[in-house]
């Protein structure tokens, strides 16, 4: 049988504790049976523990070597053999021979029964040649002892079988018991492990899970400021395409009043070539006057009613004269005017047109950004989204975790309980 398993050493380890301490125990009984028979104590001591000495020894040494099983059967029958001498060969004492070997069957060894076999075989030979009163009652012949032979051999062949049956069952329970161990121990080994993995999954969990919650309300907060600011870059641009259309009416408008300013200056240089030839004519007048009154002075008293008429109209075109400075230095000074005006207006229509590309431009980045926005929105939107379905994911890990750290701390339950199996077990198969 190999005895290599821990469970198999122990049993070893009591077997021959049991077979030694049960020599022992012949020692009182033997030195009785001497007394009673009036034989010599001091002998049956002394052979006692020179047969008890070499299972001492080897069990001081290593109380599971598989030598102390040899060393209790040949002990064992010499014990049976002192039993037999001190009582003076009586034929009953025989049956402590079948009785040791029927108990040595417990090792679940061969080697035991066989050496205890050889060995009363030979004591029974060696006996019968030299001290047969130690051994028979009664003048036995050589048959008798092969007889006595013959039934060892019957018995110990039977204890053989049994002997090797009950070793594999003791390496067969040896090994359903290390492996029950050994699976217990890896059982609470990992469950320990899973456990605080669990445990550090479930704090992680639910941390990120706070986490989560704190980035969905800020993602929400965001989505809402994005929603307000669509909303404000849509008025913006109603308000910038507003605005453009009323630059574009005020550069229509502006462009109209410089065509009628055009047109006025065309008038006012018409009035001043009017205003030019009437200045012509009153100089003209005024020439013709003057001659008048020349030639009603040379016509005396006959042409004074002529003179004091050519007087009235030279007045009246030196009036005219100066009414048509006048309104000449008017005239040139409102073409004047009007010039400086066009080319303010000009500036301003520039300025205009130029402000009014620069809204149809401000126009189309409120456009980008309104559309920006929009397209903003939704992606926070959809961030939104996929962070509650991560906060629900992260939830359900987190619970999941949890269970798995309850199943753990139960499968660790089931490791104990199965370790208190096997040393129910080895308890009660002897290990």
Not at 163 to 174: F, H
Request: aromatic residues 6%; contains cysteine.
């Amino acid at each position: 049988m190999n005895t290599s398993g821990a469970y198999q050493l122990a049993y070893t380890r009591k077997a021959n504790i049991f077979g030694f301490l049960f020599l022992a125990a012949h020692l009182p009984l033997l030195c009785g049976v001497a007394s009673f028979n009036n034989g010599s104590l001091v002998t049956v001591a002394s052979v006692m523990l020179i047969l008890l000495a070499g299972p001492a020894m080897i069990l001081l040494q290593d109380k599971s070597s598989p030598l102390g099983s040899i060393a209790i059967a040949v002990a064992a029958m010499g014990t049976s053999a002192l039993a037999i001498y001190v009582a003076n060969g009586m034929i009953e004492a025989h049956f402590e021979i079948f009785v040791l070997i029927a108990l040595l069957a417990v090792y679940g060894r061969i080697a035991p029964l066989l050496t205890a076999g050889a060995t009363i075989a030979l004591h029974h030979v060696l006996f019968w040649l030299w001290l047969p009163a130690g051994i028979f009652n009664y003048k036995a012949s050589f048959q008798v002892v092969l007889v006595h032979a013959f039934f060892v051999v019957l018995e110990v062949v039977p204890c053989c079988w049994i002997a090797l049956q009950l070793g594999r069952a003791i390496e067969s329970q040896s090994i359903v018991l290390e492996s029950l161990k050994n699976s217990a121990d890896h059982i609470s080994s990992a469950a320990a492990e899973i456990s605080s993995s669990s445990l550090s999954l479930a704090k992680g969990a639910s941390q990120q899970a706070a986490s989560i919650e704190e980035t969905s309300a800020s993602t929400a907060e965001i989505s809402s400021k994005a929603q307000k600011n669509t909303e404000h870059s849509k008025d913006a641009a109603d308000l910038v395409s507003e605005s453009d259309a009323n630059f574009v009416r005020t550069d229509a408008s502006l462009s109209q009043m410089i065509k009628a300013m055009d047109a006025i200056n065309e008038s006012s240089e018409k009035i001043s070539k009017i205003v030019k030839v009437i200045d012509q004519i009153a100089f003209q007048t005024n020439i013709l006057a003057l001659n008048a009154s020349v030639e009603a002075a040379r016509a005396g008293e006959a042409g004074m009613g002529f003179a004091v008429v050519a007087d009235e109209v030279r007045s009246l075109a030196q009036r005219s004269a100066a009414a048509a400075k006048d309104t000449a230095e008017l005239i040139t000074d409102s073409i004047t005017k009007s010039k400086a005006g066009m080319l303010i207006v000009d500036e301003v229509a520039i300025a205009i047109r130029s402000t009014t590309k620069d809204v149809a431009k401000i126009k189309e980045l409120v456009i980008e950004i309104n559309s920006g926005s929009r397209d903003q929105s939704a992606g926070i939107s959809q961030i939104s989204q996929s962070i509650q379905r991560m906060e629900a994911v992260t939830q359900a890990a987190a619970a999941a975790s949890e269970q798995a750290a309850a199943a753990t701390e139960e499968l660790t339950h089931e490791s104990e309980f199965i370790r208190e199996i096997v040393q129910r077990l080895t308890v009660l198969s002897g290990g």
